[in-house]
């Protein structure tokens, strides 16, 4: 069976701190690997992806990858107030089908 | 990018009776997927919508349940038959071109049923 896997939550970070969240998959094969925040009440949004081994940054964050380990995380910097949120990570199993993981509650403290 | 339209946004609904969500993208797009979001849960996909055919089920769904609908590449119609109020969540509507990019989502449906 093909999972998704989360650290569990809640993360608690002071503002202006860095934020880490982890995702590890099942399926070696998988090819593309999503990130999404999801504030209360609201659907989920893109955050970030990434498809190749490494690190992808944009702004503030940054997406780390490892298929040898089977590892997805993303690293908020200087977090703040309003990114407390529930990030999701989500991953493409050779298909169009996206599986998501249970979800990490963000909670930054002023 | 795309915009996914979504209705209604929330209902109440008497149990034993049925609802038809509707999703509509403002482009035309590959693949469309319906999701259920119980409270304080992920996402769990219950099927596909292929357009021009029957839908694809994921496991734990069945079509008499959950039929779906899918004319053309820019719309689909998920329906909660005979509901119970464990059917009670939210539901969403996403779409996704390729496989290597993004899903985007509908901002859903928070169903109630009582």
């Known amino acids: 069976q093909k999972e998704v896997e989360q650290n569990s939550g809640p993360l608690s970070v002071p503002e202006g701190a860095i934020a880490s969240l982890n995702c590890t998959y099942s399926d070696r094969g998988s090819q593309s690997f999503f990130w999404y925040r999801q504030y209360s009440g609201k659907s989920p949004e893109l955050i970030m992806f990434i498809y190749s081994n490494g690190d992808k940054e944009d702004g503030r964050f940054t997406a780390q990858l490892n298929k040898a380990s089977q590892y997805v995380s993303l690293l908020i910097r200087d977090s703040q107030p309003s990114d407390s949120a529930t990030y999701l990570c989500?991953?493409?199993?050779?298909?169009?089908?996206?599986?998501f993981g249970a979800g990490t509650t963000v909670t930054v403290r002023a | 990018s795309a915009v996914i339209s979504q209705k209604p946004s929330r209902d109440i609904c008497q149990r034993g009776t049925s609802l038809t969500i509707q999703c509509q993208v403002d482009s035309q797009v590959t693949m469309m997927f319906w999701y259920r979001q119980q409270p304080g849960q992920s996402l769990t996909l219950i099927a596909t919508?292929?357009?021009?055919?029957?839908?694809?089920?994921e496991s734990g769904f069945v079509i008499d349940k959950f039929p779906i609908s899918r004319p053309n590449l820019t719309f689909s119609t998920l329906t909660v038959s005979n509901m119970s109020p464990e059917d009670s969540s939210i539901y969403l509507c996403?779409?996704?071109?390729?496989?290597?990019?993004?899903?985007?989502f509908g901002q859903g449906t928070r169903l109630t049923v009582v």
């Open positions: 919508a292929n357009q021009g055919s029957e839908a694809t089920y």
């Open positions: 989500a991953v493409n199993f050779n298909d169009y089908k996206l599986s």
């Open positions: 996403s779409a996704r071109q390729t496989v290597n990019t993004e899903a985007f």
